[in-house]
């Protein structure tokens, strides 16, 4: 996976983890919703061109990463490139400009900003202060492929006082060395607090505030008519008492609150921390290290637990892509963390610990609980949405992503990968008759007159020898064998399998194809003909 650093206009390095989606399949001329010829759309970056092709702003899930994106009225233009990128953060190459790509740039509020489109850049300049939302639509052939969420746009006048370049707050415990406990990200918070009930003392929080360039912006909270409220939380749960430049928070009893913090000049309000986003607080009791949970991460079994995708807050970082041609399970385990950061041990499947998912869909999607992990496979291509909970005594303590959809792609691909078959005796085990090999049959079909039918199956492998799984006989996906004489042999198709039988002495050859919606997408020994020998008794 690659980590995105955000720089120029924003905020920290932001690590973004997903599953791996695969390749987009289809006929080139025509894409689909989010697919080029080089691959499925599922981010968009923004690049400065005027400072080393630095990403100033890109797209995850369905908010941005590096809002909102400033401009100044009077200054020069910004000029901004672009990067596509697919589920695994690989470039996916966009011609822009030619063979009929382009990006569409459209703002709400035209008055505010200059959007000179010059095909594979953009430049931006700022017309007069104010905020609006700017979306991208990549589009081919005047079909629309992709299309961003909005993207919040801040124009400031170039006189603007430095309080009113603030687009992002740090929350600092200042009880350790002013450390960031959680800070804002354009629309969204990063973290939470957590709070212990049973605590003796309080904790003192500060602010430190940035500007779009990530540099400090200096307030001086409590005078010059500089101020912050903070509203919407429960006063039974917690305490709450503002100083000038900080303010002290006590958890009373357990539960969850949430915070909105604003901040003032001259009893007007010139910043919303997050733009108006809550701000999570738990207050736990005692040792209840269960409900100090706040994230999880689903990890990878089968590869040393690495984090496929996690949790922050209310939504997810990433999303399970299946291929519904693999012919084995996905293996996935949690690890669950509190408001620090830290991992909370839960032992799933004793202690009345346990979880539930929800959402799965039975013709897409094959699920196997197990006491602390789950099998996931993919059936046939759709799309799913899983809510995991998990309980202690039937009662849920924890909603992953506080109940917010995860994400489940699944797709047909891997079958395009197809190499090689095995012809199989079903009536034996499905022992191997004869196989393909490249462009080429090692062995041949012999048949007796006067015998019984045989019946053959298919085992079907990609160039590594990975078995690769077909539905024969389901969504699409069927064969075809023919080129025999039908004379000497009768010939019996079903979904994935095919009876035949010897009717007169004599030799004959088989042509088998394998084919999606009719497409042909394998021949089997590249076309080579497959010997049959009927033999009189």
């Known amino acids: ?264 000049k001259d009893g007007d309000v010139f910043y919303e921390a997050a733009q108006g986003d809550h701000l999570d607080v738990h207050i736990l009791e005692g040792d209840s290290d269960y409900e100090s949970i706040v994230n999880v991460e689903l990890l990878d079994r089968r590869d040393d637990e690495s984090t496929l995708v996690y949790s922050d807050g209310d939504h997810w970082h990433g999303s399970i892509s299946l291929d519904a041609s693999a012919c084995s399970h996905e293996s996935l385990g949690f690890r669950f963390l509190d408001a620090n950061n830290e991992e909370v041990h839960i032992p799933l499947g004793s202690d009345g610990f346990d979880y539930e998912i929800h959402g799965v869909d039975d013709d897409v999607l094959y699920l196997n609980t197990h006491s602390d992990h789950f099998h996931i496979q993919g059936l046939s291509e759709g799309h799913v949405d899983l809510h995991i909970h998990f309980t202690k005594d039937g009662d849920t303590f924890y909603e992953a992503a506080q109940g917010d959809d995860l994400h489940v792609d699944v797709d047909h691909e891997l079958y395009q990968d197809v190499s090689e078959v095995d012809l199989l005796d079903r009536g034996d085990d499905e022992a191997v008759l004869v196989y393909s090999d490249g462009d080429h049959w090692h062995g041949s079909l012999d048949l007796d007159v006067g015998a019984s039918h045989t019946s053959i199956g298919f085992r079907l492998f990609n160039d590594d020898d990975e078995e690769i799984c077909v539905p024969l006989g389901d969504q699409g996906f069927s064969y075809d064998v023919h080129g025999f004489d039908t004379d000497l042999v009768s010939m019996n198709n079903h979904s994935d399998h095919f009876h035949i039988e010897g009717l007169i002495g004599g030799h004959t050859d088989l042509l088998i194809d394998f084919t999606r919606d009719g497409d042909v997408f394998y021949e089997a020994a590249q076309g080579d003909e497959l010997h049959v020998h009927v033999h009189d008794e």
């Open 1 to 264: 996976m690659k980590s995105r650093s955000l720089s120029y206009r924003f905020l920290v390095p932001f690590l973004v983890l997903c599953l791996a989606t695969a390749a987009a399949c289809g006929d080139d001329d025509d894409p689909k919703e989010n697919q080029t010829p080089e691959g499925d759309i599922a981010s968009l970056e923004l690049l400065d061109r005027d400072d080393n092709q630095d990403v100033t702003a890109y797209v995850h899930g369905d908010h941005w990463h590096g809002s909102p994106f400033s401009l100044q009225v009077g200054e020069d233009r910004r000029s901004i490139g672009f990067r596509f990128l697919d589920a695994d953060d690989d470039e996916v190459d966009v011609p822009l400009g030619s063979d009929g790509w382009e990006i569409e740039i459209s703002a709400a509020d035209t008055n505010l900003i200059d959007i000179n489109n010059h095909g594979d850049h953009v430049h931006f300049t700022g017309l007069e202060a104010g905020s609006t939302d700017l979306t991208f639509e990549l589009v081919h052939d005047g079909d629309t492929v992709y299309t961003t969420p909005e993207l919040s746009v801040l124009i400031l006048d170039a006189d603007a006082e430095e309080y009113q370049t603030i687009v992002n707050v740090e929350l600092l415990d200042r009880n350790d060395g002013e450390s960031t406990l959680v800070y804002s990200d354009g629309d969204h918070w990063h973290g939470s607090i957590s709070l212990d009930a049973d605590a003796d003392s309080h904790e003192s929080i500060g602010f430190r505030f940035l500007n779009g360039d990530e540099e400090v912006v200096e307030i001086p909270l409590g005078s010059d008519g500089f101020d912050y409220e903070i509203a919407g939380y429960d006063d039974d749960l917690i305490d709450l008492n503002t100083h000038s430049d900080h303010f002290h928070i006590q958890g009373i009893q357990q539960g969850q609150t949430e915070l909105h913090i604003s901040f003032t």
